[in-house]
C-alpha cells in the first residue's frame, strides 16, 4: 500500500507536505499524531506520540494497512 492508501484508511487524514498526518492506531488519538510519507520507496512512518514505529506497524498490520512496511 502507498502512504495516500493507509492514510485514507485512517481517521482524520490530511495533507503535510509531502506526506500525511493521521491519527495513530497504535494509541487512543484523538488529535492526528501519526505521520506517514514515502522516501526513496520506503514508507515512513513516525508517532509523535507515545509509540515507536515497532507499535505502529503492528497496529497498521492488524489493520490490515500495512503487511509489507518495512522499519
Not at 19 to 44: F, T
Not at 50 to 62: R, W
Request: net charge neutral; hydrophobic share 40%.
Amino acid at each position: 500500500m502507498t502512504a495516500a492508501q493507509i492514510a485514507h484508511a485512517l481517521p482524520k487524514c490530511r495533507k503535510a507536505g509531502k506526506g500525511w498526518v493521521v491519527c495513530c492506531p497504535a494509541h487512543e488519538d484523538n488529535n492526528p499524531s501519526l505521520s506517514i510519507s514515502e522516501r526513496d520507496g520506503m514508507l515512513l512512518v513516525h508517532c509523535h506520540g507515545p509509540c515507536n514505529q515497532s507499535a505502529v506497524v503492528e497496529a497498521l498490520k492488524v489493520l490490515d494497512c500495512g503487511p509489507s512496511l518495512h522499519l
